[in-house]
């Protein structure tokens, strides 16, 4: 058994035609270890690929090429008992904290389903100290929630009570894919703040789907920057964050409007086209068009990811060749 709770091996996901289809995750590889629990945050502009690799770790989609590991198995070769066990270990939260429910059923049913499927419980005393416990967890108690219906609850609290859901189970790792978005502002430290503890009591990991850069600096351990499909960056949430190294996430970072009446945005920004640049046949770098830093060889050569920092930092960045 592999000492990694994930091992992500060259995985590439396109849709359509494999030579000339549209390129969702490239070439991708990546290792989650088992210990200690960390949050992984998954960062970029939308379309970039970040909840295509959520998508595939929960098994929704099988990846064109290449392998996923879950404690030294490939994933897409479970059985059923594998499968079943499987999820177990590995849950899901989602951006909608409205539409994930039945509003014909009060809240008591989300957990009484898990304990039904999972048979988690041989009373209804035990599955509600059960459903307590992990409503606890998140901050909230059974007598405030089990017996009311969504409509009652607020965005907030309906999106903590699906994290209590999927902790129930004890699981090893959670796909929180932009799990705040939806939530008052107001709102979001509450939840943030709950995985973080998750993580530390708990040891529970995370991969966090975000395209919010504050939330990825106050609450990452390690953070991946994806552009059409690629890492650009990734290390130390920290490191990259204050100290980025690739073109494009410099620009990623200074497009963060700042609170400063005197320093303005530019305006509108025209980009080129780039949809020629994401086909499973392009070469070269797919920030080639928008870089401002771009080498000749960029159009034609795909950079690796360079080592530019302690701690793992990489950038796939040809400024960076040794």
């Given at each position: 058994m ?8 060259n995985?590439?996901?396109i ?16 290792e989650?270890?088992a210990?200690?629990a ?13 909840s295509?690799?959520?998508?595939l ?11 996923i590991l879950?404690?030294?198995?490939d994933?897409?070769?479970?059985n ?5 066990e ?13 539409g994930?429910?039945?509003p ?6 989300v957990?009484?389903?898990v ?28 007598d405030?929630?089990l017996?009311?219906?969504?409509h ?8 903590r009570?699906?994290i209590?859901r ?12 932009e799990?705040?978005s ?37 609450i990452?351990?390690q953070?991946l920057?994806?552009y059409?499909?690629?890492v650009?960056?990734h ?17 990623l ?5 700042k ?15 780039e ?32 080592d530019?920092?302690p ?12």
């Open positions: 592999s000492d990694n709770l994930f091992d992500i091996r995985v590439s996901k849709y359509g035609a494999e030579d000339t289809g549209l390129v969702a995750l490239s070439d991708y590889s990546f989650i270890p210990e200690p960390r949050i992984i945050t998954i960062a970029g502009e939308s379309g970039s690929g970040k295509t690799l959520g998508e770790l929960l098994r929704s989609s099988p990846p064109t090429r290449g392998e879950f404690q030294g198995v994933i897409w070769k479970f059923e008992a594998q499968k079943r499987y999820y177990r270990h590995v849950q899901a939260v989602f951006q909608d904290p409205f994930v429910y039945n014909f059923y009060r809240i008591r049913h957990f009484d389903m304990v039904k499927n999972y048979r988690l419980a041989t009373s209804k005393q035990a599955a509600r100290d059960l459903a307590e416990e992990a409503l606890n967890a998140v901050g909230l108690r059974g405030d929630v017996p009311k219906y969504p009652q609850l607020s965005g907030g609290q309906r999106q009570i699906m209590a999927a902790t129930m189970l004890k699981p090893r790792f959670i796909v929180a894919d799990p705040v939806m939530v008052d502002a107001s709102l979001r430290a509450s939840i943030l703040d709950v995985m973080m503890n998750l993580r530390d009591e708990y040891g529970i990991s995370f991969l966090y789907v975000t395209h919010d850069l504050s939330t990825a600096y106050q990452g351990d953070i920057l994806l059409q499909g690629t650009a960056e290390g130390n949430a920290v490191d990259v964050i204050s100290n980025p190294q690739h073109p494009y996430v410099q620009l970072i200074e497009s963060v409007p609170p400063d009446p005197h320093d303005p945005w530019p305006g509108e920004v025209e980009l080129p086209a949809e020629s640049f994401r086909t499973a046949s392009a070469k070269g770098c797919r920030f080639f068009q928008r870089c401002p830093k771009r080498l000749s060889r960029c159009e034609t050569e795909s950079p690796e990811r360079y530019v920092g701690g793992g930092h990489q950038a796939a960045c040809f400024l960076y060749e040794p």
